[in-house]
């Protein structure tokens, strides 16, 4: 009867699981030092008591003093190396904790910024750490180390701050054009990348821009950037400044000199016979449509196309029939279609016979040209064009005079116009803006400021009509950009292109912003 009445228990007892499970307790023992009841450990003692006879944290520092420069806010990690780091962020946390010796002794468990007075100059840190004590116990415990933040100027800052022209190489960058249009969207190739963030000074020139650095491998990274992005040949040279024949040292001044392209984006292009022929006779009457490191030629009456890349224009350079300050409206009578639209070098193109005339011509001639264009996708009966009028063009060119029986067509056109609808929006700002290279600019006469606004004028509208160049660029929201304005602008088939407003950054940083507004005096206005 037991037996069964025992079985019957067990039964009841674990009816869910299927198996007997024994409840266990842990048994606690006393501290060997204050008596309390406690879990056994190899120590037999309690924490406070463990913790009275050890300290695991003897011979660890608690008081550490590090280098910052104000300047560039930057700390120095012993012996030259200068490291950037924003406060409380992790990376000064990880230079904080590997200036502390002997920590390899113990275990590091858990580091944190304690809060601190900004103006205190002490930043602390406070870190756990565990280490195995009497009998193989480990013991965890937490303590305090207390940075004391030393202002002392980086080697680069010290030389800028006791002669701002104190620089150890200049890069010279230059384009012969008459404009500046392949700078301004350089100067925001260089804001993505951040190639010009180690640059001391940054002065704006006739025909380009000169960067100062004050170290000759940041204008060598620099230069390298610049021929990653246009062709570009260069050249360096270096000018002794000083030099000590007892240590044998001696102190030199370097000047890169890099000369851009004067091929820009747009231009009418006459190819030599010698680069024609490597091309399979190719034109010679070329558009230029794109410039990166290699230049995009397209053939407007045939969509053939080639890639002239840096070395191979610099072995046989030549020089734009036109540029596109010489485009001339016309508006567009009629398009008949040629050819099916085709892809040529990711840019869409169709041929089309057209009828166009000069905007200018209306009123007092009937001038019409019956010409072929490579705009066929874009161009309907009653819409404007840009294009150039070689029909009443003198043209003195070199390359134009090698060709022996060579037919030019009237007009060739370049680019569907939007100005008409532009006029409509005129009053409007824009909903983005653009960032600025701090630059020093000497003071110029209003007839140069103009024309600076004009050509910084048609850059922004080349963004907007050009999503490959927005690419390149970071655009940023302008705030004093209406919401009512902005939904005006977008209704309507015919408003002019624009820039997506999902392509629109935040602006998070305080570097110099450009107004991009449509006033006369928006391409100098800066924020």
């Not at 540029?323 to 070098?345: A, C, K, P």
């Amino acid at each position: 009867m037991h037996t069964s009445r025992t079985l019957q228990l067990l039964e009841e007892m674990d009816i869910d699981t299927g198996m007997f499970t024994v409840p266990q307790t842990v048994g606690s023992v006393l501290c060997c030092k204050c008596g309390i009841p406690m879990a056994p450990n190899a120590a037999n003692m309690c924490v406070k008591c463990l913790r009275s006879e050890v300290d695991i944290t003897e011979g660890l520092q608690k008081h550490v003093t590090i280098v910052h420069c104000p300047e560039c806010d930057t700390w120095l990690q012993p012996p030259r190396t200068w490291i950037k780091a924003q406060v409380e962020s992790k990376e000064l946390l990880t230079f904080c904790v590997k200036r502390l010796k002997n920590l390899n002794k113990i275990r590091l468990v858990h580091a944190e910024f304690i809060w601190t007075e900004p103006h205190s100059k002490r930043i602390k840190v406070k870190l756990v750490v565990q280490k195995e004590v009497l009998n193989g116990a480990i013991l965890e415990q937490s303590y305090t180390v207390e940075y004391v933040q030393q202002e002392h100027m980086c080697e680069s800052c010290a030389r800028v701050q006791a002669n701002p022209d104190q620089w150890v190489a200049a890069v010279q960058l230059r384009q012969h054009v008459s404009h500046r249009r392949t700078f301004f969207y350089l100067e925001q190739l260089i804001l993505k990348h951040g190639a010009a963030a180690s640059a001391i000074k940054i002065t704006q020139m006739d025909q380009g821009i000169d960067f100062f650095f004050s170290n000759r491998s940041h204008g060598v990274k620099f230069v390298e950037f610049v021929g990653k992005v246009s062709p570009v040949r260069s050249r360096n040279d270096k000018q002794l400044v000083s030099q000590d024949s007892k240590s044998n040292t001696y102190h030199y001044k370097y000047t890169f000199s890099v000369e851009i392209a004067p091929i820009c984006r747009e231009d009418l292009i006459c190819l030599p016979p010698k680069v024609r022929s490597s091309f399979g006779n190719l034109g010679p009457i070329v558009i230029c449509t794109k410039v990166t490191n290699s230049i995009a030629l397209l053939d407007p009456l045939t969509l053939r196309h080639c890639f002239l890349d840096a070395d191979q224009y610099w072995r046989s350079t030549f020089k734009s029939l036109h540029t596109s300050r010489g485009l001339v409206e016309y508006i567009v009578l009629d398009v008949e279609m040629v050819s099916s639209e085709v892809n040529v070098g990711g840019t869409r193109y169709a041929l089309a016979d057209a009828q166009v005339a000069r905007v200018s011509d209306f009123g007092k001639n009937d001038t019409i040209f019956n010409i072929k264009t490579h705009l066929g996708h874009l161009l309907n009966p009653g819409d404007y064009a840009l294009g150039y009028d070689l029909y009443g063009a003198n043209s003195n060119d070199e390359e134009l005079n090698k060709y022996k029986g060579l037919v030019i067509p009237d007009v060739i056109l370049i680019k569907k116009s939007y100005e008409e609808k532009r006029l409509k929006k005129r009053s409007k700002p824009r909903a983005w803006k653009l960032k600025s290279l701090p630059m020093e600019v000497d003071a110029k006469g209003r007839g140069v400021q103009e024309k600076e606004a004009s050509e910084y004028e048609q850059f922004l509208k080349d963004l907007e009509e050009n999503p490959d160049l927005v690419f390149g660029v970071n655009i940023y929201h302008n705030k004093e950009y209406q919401p009512s304005e902005m939904a005006s602008e977008t209704d309507g088939e015919d408003a002019p292109p624009t820039v997506p407003l999902d392509q629109l950054l935040d602006d998070m940083d305080n570097l110099q912003l450009r107004e991009d507004e449509d006033d006369e005096d928006s391409g100098s206005m800066r924020e």
